[in-house]
């Protein structure tokens, strides 16, 4: 993953360790040391320097559909694969 700060406040740099996705949202991303928040594109800034390249993952199978009360989308637990690792 990436490495970001948030623009206004932030100092250390920190990495991006989860993407949350929902249909009709924007995508927020989770940082390494922050549990409690989520930033969107907007409130963080990529770093110069010694980034890397986020590795692509496969999605391999679905193995598990659920649905969850009072929410209008279904749930997925799926497997994920890099090409040759499985995650």
């Known amino acids: 993953m990436g490495t970001v ?51 692509k993952f496969i999605v391999e199978s679905i193995l598990k559909k659920e649905k969850r009360k009072r929410l209008i989308h279904d749930h997925f637990l799926l497997a994920w694969s890099n090409g040759s690792l499985r995650v």
């Open 5 to 55: 700060g948030e623009i206004r406040w932030e100092k250390p740099v920190r990495k991006i360790i989860r993407i949350n996705l929902h249909l009709g949202q924007p995508s927020t991303y989770m940082v390494e040391g922050i549990n409690t928040v989520a930033y969107t594109k907007n409130q963080l800034q990529q770093v110069c320097g010694k980034e890397q390249k986020p590795q």
